[in-house]
C-alpha cells in the first residue's frame, strides 16, 4: 500500500486465499506482495524488499483475478520475487519437474514465469527455467550434469496475451518433455542426470 503498511494473509475457511482479509486491508487502495510463503514446509519464501518492483494483488481495491481466481500480477519489465539460495533436492529417480498457472498481458520475448538459473560461466548452478519467447513461443528447458542444455518449445503462435495457460515440464536421463495446455512437445533426449544445485529462484524474471 502506498502506506507501506504490512500484513500477512493467509487462507479462509475453505482453505484459499482470505480476500475478505485482504480487500480490509486494501481499504480501497492498491496491495503489492512483498512476501509469498512457502506453503510446502521447506521455508523458501520468495520475497521482494523494494516497492517499486513488487507484483500487484489488489488494484483500487479489487483483488487482482484470472478466471474469477485470485492472482499476482507481474507488470513484465521490473517486477519479480525471489530468493537468493534454493536448494533443488533429486527425486528417487532424479525427474525434474516443474509446474505453472500463468497469463501474458502482452506477448513479448525474454518474458520469464519462472526460473532456478545462474546466469553465469558456473553452469552447474543452471537448473530449470520457463520462458517465453519472441516467436509466441513457450520454453521449458533444463540443464543435465553433461552441460547439455535442453529446450523445449512450443512452436510459432503458441501463446497470445490474456490467455490462461498450465504448463509443465518434465526432465530426466532420455526424457525432456513440456506440456502448454494438455499437449505435449519434446526435445532430443539426453543421456545424463539433470541438474540438482543450490542457486536463486525467481518468479517473473531470470534470476541472473
Known sequence: MSDSALSDIGFDSN????????TTFAQGG??????????????????????????TIVASGQVVTVNGKPAVDFDGSSDYMDR???????????????AGVF????????????????????????CFALLNLATSSLRFMARFQNNTLSRVNTGSGTTAANTQYVGVGQFKTNHSKG?????????????STVNHASTGFALGHNNA
Open 30 to 55: 492498491n496491495v503489492t506482495g512483498r512476501t509469498w510463503y512457502d506453503q510446502g514446509g521447506l521455508g523458501y519464501a520468495l520475497q521482494q524488499l523494494s516497492s517499486s518492483a513488487q507484483p
Open 84 to 98: 537468493s539460495t534454493t536448494t533443488l533436492f533429486p527425486s528417487p529417480k532424479t525427474v525434474l519437474t516443474f
Open 179 to 191: 506440456d502448454l495446455n494438455g499437449t505435449d512437445y519434446s526435445d532430443t533426449n539426453v543421456n
Open 103 to 126: 497469463q501474458f498481458d502482452t506477448v513479448s520475448s525474454g518474458q520469464y514465469v519462472a526460473s532456478h538459473w545462474f546466469a553465469s560461466s558456473d553452469t552447474s548452478k543452471q
Open 15 to 22: 482453505g484459499e486465499l482470505d480476500t475478505t482479509a485482504l
